[in-house]
């Protein structure tokens, strides 16, 4: 029969415990250090519906956006509604305070979970990929902007990651905005034989995104262009060096004027955390403040700043893996003792949770399962047969010292083994 496989640019992820740089285990180990990287800061985790109504990311993400553009996985559901699966979080975090008419108070919350971009896949680049994500709700420009980068730090810390680079920018207030959109179409329209059908789209729908152009002639073209940082006011150009002044001494940050990120909803201070190690898809982080999107959602006002973090390309480059706990591995050598023999294992479970005890589930010889307990790096073998279980004894076999000599002990002796095993 035909085979069925998964979709393109799908990963499945299956850990193997014995192979730490395995990209499933370094994705599960940098998932557990975000979390306590995150509650460590306080936050607390929101998780939303993967499915979401289309018209949120329509209203949040933009209409010029890539990603609402040709990339949302769209489709309508028995009621002829059209739904979407969301290709980020923070819109249905929005979405999600302002349903439960909690945008007076103040949040600083974190998620994980997957996300979906119709996009060509290739290194680094997926369907379905992961983000963990932080909003920080009801916080003016200042020290939010501070504990957004001091994360990224820490995470960059926690992981051992090396060769990355902070990019900040600021968007200024919508005068400044405005005036350097101006200034920006008043420098392109005359060129604009020479720009791309995209770019030229950009140029008429959202000026701005053109800073962002992948083609190489218009990069170069902007290069004698207006830049936004002259037409930032001075409290903008105050965020952007305080935050390089802080954290100069534990991140490289860099000031890069043409960051202007790929969705509609920024308005200040943006930012993204790349590594050269990554290849084309460069960027492990993306964020930055969105002021007005709770309004544009049906909302309050409430000043907004998050970022979002690419699982599988933060995990590839993370140098830190997980530790591995002791691991036992109890085998049973007769079928006759095994419910009795198994809830041996129950109980020695119980007395240490530093641990791991593996009870070998299936038939086989002692020396098969010997040779299991050694290739999962099991530290020692506990064997049980017909002959020990009467007499109350377990043979412990020590898998790490080949020279040592199996032992022989008691239920009561072996308790207060495990019990000590760190
Ligand atoms: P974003 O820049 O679209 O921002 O995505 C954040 C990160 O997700 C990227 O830097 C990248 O690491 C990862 N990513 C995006 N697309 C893919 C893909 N197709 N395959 C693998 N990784 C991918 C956002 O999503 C905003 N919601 C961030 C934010 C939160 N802004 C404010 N709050």
Known sequence: MEKIHSLSGMLDLISH???KEDIANRIFHTEEILRNIFEGYSFS????PALESSSLFKRSVGDTSDIVNKELYSFFDKNEKSITLRPEGTASVIRSVVQKKIENEKHKLWYLGPMWRYERPQKGRYRQFYQAGIEILGYPEGLAELEIVSIICSINKALGLENTV???NHLGNNETKQNYCEALKEFLVPLSSKLDDKDLERLNKNPLRIL???NAD???ILKDGPKIIDYLSDSALDTLNIIKDTFSDDCDIEIDPNLVRGLDYYTGFVFEAVSSSLGAQDAYIGGGRYDELCKQLGGKDLPAIGMAIGIERLASLAKTYKESKTLISFIILSSNIEPKAY????KLRSLNNSIDIDVQLSDGSLKSKLRR???DNAAYALILGEDEFKSKNIIIKSLLDVDSEQVTMSFKDIDSFIEKIK
């Open 17 to 19: 415990k014995t192979q």
């Open 45 to 48: 985790e929101i998780r939303t």
């Open 166 to 168: 902070i990019k900040i």
């Open 212 to 214: 962002d152009s992948k």
């Open 218 to 220: 218009t990069q170069e």
């Open 343 to 346: 809830k041996i294992a129950h």
């Open 373 to 375: 307990a050694n290739k």
